[in-house]
């Protein structure tokens, strides 16, 4: 084998790993950018919910006349799950997001148990208005969040693979976090008697 043949192997070995190294540095840049795009539209759809928040509580509070603790635990929830939402555009931090939204969830789940027991509330019409868009606002928040956790899948499973996984140490390339807003008391019935008596036995 000459040395020109030799040389050109060579050139030819290190323009594949350079192509390879720049392709590889440009899909991890591509990845994390669709994570934070669709962690932004996760936070859209959830300040859309805390922007409905208010009126809900202001049409239950019209229709019927509750124990004041259920309608501030609502809105107390959803001032931190606000702030909480405010921060992650700075420092996205999804299990903090999700332990917010969770606890809003739970009091909005509360404020939904009390309202039924109300036959007054469920004539007014602007109240069923907004728990359909409630409801609608929960279908987009579900999908965005799918879109979310998809997108960390791929970049995640990109870090973790081989050959990618040289270009991302060199990187610092870390894995992005799950969004999960499921509780475990999401599953558990309601105590009516409790939220009706917060402080009875």
Excluded at 17 to 32: C, E, Q, T
Excluded at 85 to 112: H, I, K
Excluded at 139 to 158: F, Q, S
């Amino acid at each position: 084998m000459s040395t020109t043949v030799a040389i050109l192997i060579a050139l030819a070995v290190a323009l594949i790993v350079i192509v390879w190294y720049f392709a590889a540095y440009n899909d991890f840049v591509r990845l994390r950018n669709l994570v934070t795009e669709s962690w932004r539209q996760v936070g859209v759809e959830l300040q859309r919910r805390h922007d409905l928040v208010p009126n809900l509580v202001a049409t239950v509070e019209q229709a019927a006349t509750f124990e004041r603790g259920i309608l501030e635990a609502v809105v107390v929830a959803r001032n931190r799950a606000q702030v909480a939402g405010t921060a992650m555009s700075a420092s996205p931090r999804p299990d903090e997001v999700a332990t917010a939204e969770n606890a809003l969830s739970t009091a909005l789940g509360n404020l939904r148990v009390l309202a039924e027991q109300y036959p007054t509330v469920g004539t007014v019409r602007n109240y069923l208005v907004l728990q359909q868009e409630l409801a609608d606002i929960e279908d987009r928040i579900a999908a965005a969040r799918r879109l979310y956790n998809g997108n960390v899948r791929a970049l995640n499973t990109k870090i973790e693979s081989v050959p990618a996984a040289v270009i991302a140490s060199l990187h610092q390339v870390s894995p992005a976090e799950y969004f999960e807003i499921s509780s475990p008391e999401a599953g558990k019935a309601t105590d009516v008697a409790r939220l009706f008596n917060p402080g009875g036995n």
